[in-house]
């Protein structure tokens, strides 16, 4: 008989402290001393990787926390830029004409200012002029607002905002001066429709500016008067006609109409809209 196997013992795995001990055992000091240096690397090794984890750690919160500071200045530029700073835009006015001498507003009345017209002979024929009224404190032209208070005219501020430059001026078509009004309008739809919304009262607006008797029209039913769409030298206009009650005839009131996009003419007669058109289109 073969003598039997030993049985094989277990493999016990050892750590790095049975290998001290062991080798402490042994009383062998190099063995020792090379396990006490690679200890002491291990420690060394694991104390920088932590301090490495922490530093990663806090460049990584300090990123997070430039990215949202940038978003918020870039926010409140954006912000700032779009509600607190004003576009510029370029200088509106009604055009290039020639002009009146100033004439200061507080010294004067409308009435005054269209009959010295009338009978101005400085006025040149066929070439619409502009009116310069004045303030009496350093001869700055009326604004808008004071425009209106001038002529008399109670305009709405719908309409009103929808107006950039309103100006007076006048025609002299070789046989009477034509009284007119001249606006500027940044947005044509927009002032379309204020001027269609105001036309109902655009009569008691505009009648001291333009001349108009208004008290033969005072008694007038209101189906008399009427704005109506029409063409005068191929232009579109809106005319208020007077229909008389008898004959049925129709009479111009006054008409509105647009000179260029953005210039709309006032006036009681369709000359004075053609000779606007004529003048820009002529600068051109």
Not at 25 to 51: G, S
Not at 76 to 88: D, F, K, N, R
Not at 129 to 147: D, H, I, R
Not at 214 to 242: E, I
């Amino acid at each position: 008989m073969e003598p039997e196997a030993a049985p094989e013992q277990p493999h016990v795995a050892h750590t790095y402290q049975d290998d001290l001990a062991q080798a402490m055992n042994a009383t062998d000091a190099p063995v020792v001393q090379e396990l006490l240096t690679k200890a002491r690397e291990q420690e060394a090794e694991e104390a920088i990787e932590i301090v490495e984890q922490k530093e990663r750690k806090w460049y990584g919160i300090t990123s997070l926390l430039l990215v949202i500071l940038t978003l918020v200045v870039l926010a409140g530029g954006t912000w700032y830029y779009l509600h607190l700073t004003v576009p510029i835009q370029p200088a509106l006015s009604v055009g290039v004409f020639q002009h009146t001498e100033n004439i200061v507003a507080n010294n004067t009345s409308i009435e005054k200012v269209i009959s010295d017209l009338q009978a101005s002979p400085a006025l040149p024929e066929g070439k619409p002029v502009l009116v310069n009224l004045t303030e009496p404190q350093n001869s700055v032209l009326l604004s808008n607002t004071e425009l209106y208070l001038f002529i008399g005219a109670a305009v709405p501020e719908p309409l009103q905002s929808s107006i950039s430059v309103a100006r007076l001026g006048a025609l002299n078509t070789g046989k009477e001066v034509l009284p007119f009004i001249i606006l500027s309008v940044p947005n044509p739809e927009k002032a379309s429709q204020e001027l269609a919304n105001a036309e109902p009262s655009l009569l008691q607006y505009v009648y001291r500016a333009l001349h108009i008797n208004l008290s033969q029209y005072a008694a007038q039913p209101a189906s008399a008067l009427a704005f109506n769409s029409q063409y005068f030298y191929n232009l579109p206009v809106r005319t208020l006609t007077d229909t008389d009650s008898a004959t049925h005839l129709q009479s111009t009131v006054f008409l509105y109409g647009y000179a260029t996009n953005n210039i709309v003419v006032i006036a009681t007669k369709p000359e004075v809209l053609k000779a606007v058109y004529d003048t820009i289109v002529n600068q051109r």
